[in-house]
C-alpha cells in the first residue's frame, strides 16, 4: 500500500485476497479514476508458469466487454511485481454476502439473479473463454444492483488444449463448485462453468451447499459419487421444473448438461416464464429438462456416476504431489475446529490448488454370457484320460462299454450339435437382441431444422414419429416460425413408430422497442427501460430552465428504435434551473451590470435618481446584492442621474428678503455677505454663482448686500 506501480497507479487500501493474488483500491493518477489492482505473490511472480497463467487472465477479461463482467484495463510488470488494472466495483458487495444475509432466496428472485449471471458467462463462452472458477464471491454487486462476474484468473480458451490440469496432478478451482471431469481426469470445458451455475443455483435456493465435508478431498469426491439433491428436499414450494433445471445443469454425466450457458440461458429463460406465470407444475417442462442417460453413454462415464474406481481419499502416510507454492491447509475448506475460531467467516471460499488423484481408467463393462454345460464335440487325444470312472464313462465322456452299439454313438453325437446348435441359437438370440434393443428399434430423427412448423410436422409423421413443439425461442439466424432445434437432435436415435420429437420454433431476432421516456422522471423511465429488456446506459444531466430536477430532457436511441435485449439506452436528465451568483454592481456602470445581469436570465429593473456622490450612469443600489438566483429572477438597480443641477435665479437688486426667498423658492439656500464699505441698504449688488449658471439643487448661493 502506498507504491506508485508504473508510475501511474498509487496503491491504496486492500480489498480482497484470493488463492491466486491479492486486490486493491488504486488510484488511476493519469485518468483520475478510481481502479482495483490485482497483484500477483512474489513467491508466484517467480514461478514462469504461474506467471503466463496470470498474464492469460488479463488477455481473455480484456477480450470480454459486457455490462456484466469485469472490465479489465491494464496489465504490467513493476520490477518484478505482476498486477492487472480492472474496474472498480464500489460497495464491495458480493453474491456471498446477498446468500448470507437473504438465503433461500425466493425462485423467481434467485433465477433473476441467475440470468445475470448465466449472460455473462454466455458472452464468455461465445468468445471462446471458459471461467474455470465460478462462485459467489466471484459475482461483485454494484450499489445500483448491477452483477458483475470477476476473476477470470483460471480461464483458458475453449479451442486450447483442456487434457490435462494446468499443472500436473494438481486441481485449481473452489472445491464446492468442482465438476466431476475435473476431479476425474482434469480435464474441463464450458459445461464445467453450467455445473458450477447448477451449484450456485441450489445455493442461492436453499441458503447451503449441496455436499459438504471436513476437508476439500471430501468435498470433490462427493461431487463425483453423489448427485446434488433436488432444492426442494430442502425448501418447500421449489416446483419440479426448477428440480429438473438444477438437476440438468448439475449432472454428473457432463453430456447430459447444457452445452454450454448460452444453451443454459434459454432453459433458465424457459423455467423463469413458467415461473412468472405461477405455473406450480409442468411435467412436459419437467420431462423436457430432467437429464436421462443415453444408450451410447460409455462404461467409463457410468463408473464416474455411480462412483466406480474411485480410489479411497490419501492417508497420513502418503506423501501427496502438492504444489509447492499453496498450503492446502491454510487455502482448502476449513477443518471443524477451525470453524469454531473467532476469524472463521461461514461461506467464504478461496481458489485452491490441491493434489489430485485420478480415477484409473475403467475397462468397459461387459457381461459374461454363460452357456450350458454341453458334451465335447470333439474326440479326445491320444493324451487324453480314458480310464474309468464310475457311471460307465472315461475321463473324458465316451462310454467305456466295449459293447456299445453304434447307435449309442450316434446319439451322443447328435446329442453334441444339438446342444451345439442350442448354443449358436443362444448366441444369435443375444446378439439379436442386443442389436434391437441397442440399435434395430431406433431410426435417425430426420432433420428438420429451418423448416417451418407445418413442413416440419409433416415430414415428423411421414417417418412414423409425433411431432411436439416444446416451445418458441429467440434466434439470430433462424427466421420466425422455422425450427430452431429439435431434442432428439438430427441424425440422433429414435424409437420407431413411437418415439416424439420435440421442436423449438424461432420467435425470430431478439429485438426490444425504445420506449417514449419524454416527460417521464428518471426513475419512471429507468423503470420503463429495463421492464423492455433493455439496460440504462449513461446518464448525463443538465441544467434546463424548463424542466425540473429529475425529469428526462433526451434519450438515445429514439422512441421505437428495435434493439437487442440488453442494449443501453442513454438518458439526459434534468438538474433543474441553474443556479447563478449574485455580483454586486454598487458604482459600475450601470449598462454593464444590466448587459451581465440579463445573459445569465435575470430579468432587471431600473429605477433612476440624482445623486451628488455617484456618477450620472453608475449604478447607486442594487436588491438583492449577494447569494444566488435563477434565470427569471428580478434584480433592481438604482441609477445615478448624477448631481441634480438647477439653475440660478438672477436676483440683483433685489431687497436681501426677497432675494433669499427666491433662492429658497428655486431650491437653494443663501448666505450673506456685506459689502465693504458697507452702507445698510439692505439691496443685493452682486450673487455666486451668478444669476443663470447650474448649481446643485439645495447649494448655497452667496449674496453680497449693499
Do not use: C
Not at 447448477?198 to 448427485?227: C, R
Not at 491447509?329 to 467467516?345: E, K, L, M, N, W
Not at 470333439?378 to 475321463?395: E, I, K, L, Q
Not at 473324458?396 to 446342444?419: H, K, L, M, N
Amino acid at each position: 500500500m502506498g507504491r506508485l506501480l508504473d508510475g501511474r497507479y498509487l496503491v491504496g487500501a486492500r480489498i480482497a485476497r484470493g488463492g491466486m493474488a491479492t486486490v486493491y483500491e488504486a488510484t488511476d493518477l493519469r485518468l483520475d479514476r478510481t481502479v482495483a489492482v490485482k497483484v500477483m505473490p512474489h513467491t508466484l511472480a517467480e514461478d514462469d508458469e504461474f506467471t503466463s497463467r496470470f498474464v492469460r487472465e488479463a488477455r481473455a477479461a480484456a477480450r470480454l466487454t459486457s455490462s456484466n463482467v469485469v472490465t479489465v484495463y491494464d496489465q504490467g510488470d513493476d520490477d518484478g511485481v505482476l498486477f492487472l488494472v480492472m474496474e472498480y466495483v464500489p460497495g464491495r458487495h458480493t453474491l456471498r454476502d446477498m446468500i448470507r444475509a437473504e438465503a433461500p432466496l425466493p425462485p423467481a428472485r434467485a433465477l433473476g439473479l441467475l440470468e445475470e449471471i448465466v449472460k455473462a458467462i454466455a458472452f464468455a463462452h461465445e468468445s471462446g473463454i471458459i471461467h474455470r472458477d465460478l462462485k459467489p464471491e466471484n459475482v461483485l454487486i454494484d450499489p445500483r444492483g448491477q452483477l458483475k462476474v470477476a476473476d477470470f484468473g483460471l480461464a483458458r480458451a475453449i479451442s486450447a488444449s483442456t487434457a490435462a490440469t494446468a499443472t500436473s496432478g494438481v486441481l485449481m478451482g473452489t472445491v464446492s463448485y468442482l465438476p466431476p471431469e475435473l476431479v476425474v481426469d482434469g480435464t474441463s470445458d464450458a459445461r464445467s462453468d453450467v455445473y458450477a451455475l447448477g451449484v450456485m443455483t441450489f445455493e442461492m435456493l436453499t441458503g447451503t451447499k449441496p455436499h459438504d465435508g471436513d476437508s476439500p478431498i471430501q468435498v470433490a469426491y462427493k461431487h463425483v459419487h453423489e448427485d446434488v439433491p433436488p432444492p426442494s428436499s430442502v425448501v418447500d414450494g421449489i416446483p419440479g421444473y426448477l428440480d429438473a433445471f438444477v438437476a440438468r445443469a448439475t449432472s454428473r454425466q457432463r453430456d447430459l448438461r447444457p452445452a454450454d450457458a448460452h444453451v443454459l440461458l434459454q432453459q433458465l429463460r424457459r423455467v423463469r416464464h413458467a415461473l412468472d406465470h405461477g405455473v406450480s407444475d409442468d411435467r412436459d417442462l419437467t420431462e423436457d429438462l430432467s437429464p436421462t442417460i443415453s444408450l451410447g453413454a460409455t462404461a467409463a462415464s457410468i463408473a464416474l456416476g455411480s462412483g466406480l474406481g474411485v480410489p479411497a481419499a490419501r492417508t497420513g502416510s502418503e506423501s501427496p504431489a502438492r504444489d509447492e507454492v499453496f498450503d492446502f491447509a491454510a487455502y482448502g475448506d476449513p477443518s471443524p475446529a477451525d470453524r469454531q475460531g473467532p476469524d472463521f467467516v461461514s461461506g467464504n471460499e478461496r481458489t485452491i490448488v490441491v493434489d489430485s488423484p485420478r480415477l484409473p481408467d475403467t475397462p468397459p463393462v461387459s457381461a459374461p454370457i454363460t452357456l450350458p454345460d454341453a458334451v465335447p464335440l470333439s474326440r479326445p487325444s491320444a493324451d487324453a484320460d480314458t480310464s474309468p470312472v464310475p457311471g460307465g464313462s472315461t475321463a473324458a465322456g465316451y462310454p467305456t462299454d466295449p459293447a456299445a452299439s453304434p447307435f449309442r454313438t450316434r446319439r451322443s453325437r447328435r446329442r453334441g450339435w444339438i446342444a451345439f446348435l442350442i448354443v449358436l441359437l443362444l448366441a444369435a438370440g443375444a446378439a439379436l437382441g442386443g442389436w434391437y434393443y441397442g440399435v434395430g428399434r431406433f431410426r435417425p430423427t430426420p432433420d428438420i431444422v429451418e423448416m417451418g412448423k407445418a413442413r416440419a410436422e409433416k415430414k415428423i409423421e411421414a417417418a412414423g414419429l409425433r411431432f411436439e413443439v416444446a416451445g418458441t425461442a429467440y434466434s439470430e439466424t433462424v427466421r420466425s416460425g422455422l425450427v430452431i432445434s429439435t431434442d432428439p437432435g438430427p441424425g440422433d436415435n429414435v424409437l420407431k413408430d413411437e418415439g416424439t420429437v420435440t421442436a423449438v420454433i424461432s420467435k425470430g431476432p431478439e429485438r426490444y422497442s425504445v420506449p417514449n421516456l419524454a416527460d417521464l422522471s428518471e426513475a419512471e423511465a429507468i423503470e420503463q427501460i429495463t421492464e423492455g429488456s433493455l439496460t440504462v446506459g449513461p446518464i448525463s444531466r443538465q441544467w434546463s430552465e424548463r424542466e425540473k430536477a429529475g425529469e428526462v430532457l433526451s434519450f438515445s436511441p429514439a422512441a421505437k428504435t428495435r434493439l437487442h435485449r440488453d442494449d443501453p439506452v442513454s438518458l439526459v436528465v434534468s438538474r433543474g434551473p441553474e443556479p447563478h451568483e449574485i455580483k454586486d454592481y454598487v458604482g459600475d456602470d450601470a449598462a454593464e451590470a444590466r448587459r451581465e445581469l440579463a445573459s445569465v436570465g435575470f430579468e432587471v429593473s431600473v429605477e433612476r435618481e440624482y445623486d451628488d456622490n455617484v456618477a450620472e450612469g453608475s449604478v447607486i443600489s442594487q436588491k438583492p446584492d449577494d447569494g444566488v438566483g435563477y434565470a427569471g429572477d428580478t434584480i433592481e438597480l438604482v441609477v445615478s442621474l448624477g448631481p441634480h443641477l438647477v439653475e440660478v435665479p438672477n436676483v440683483n437688486r433685489f431687497g436681501i428678503e426677497d432675494a433669499e426667498d427666491e433662492l429658497a423658492d428655486s431650491g437653494f439656500r443663501s448666505s450673506r455677505k456685506e459689502f465693504e464699505p458697507y452702507l445698510g441698504l439692505g439691496f443685493v449688488v452682486g450673487q455666486s454663482p451668478a444669476a443663470g449658471e447650474l448649481a446643485p439643487f439645495g447649494s448655497t448661493i452667496v449674496l453680497t448686500v449693499v
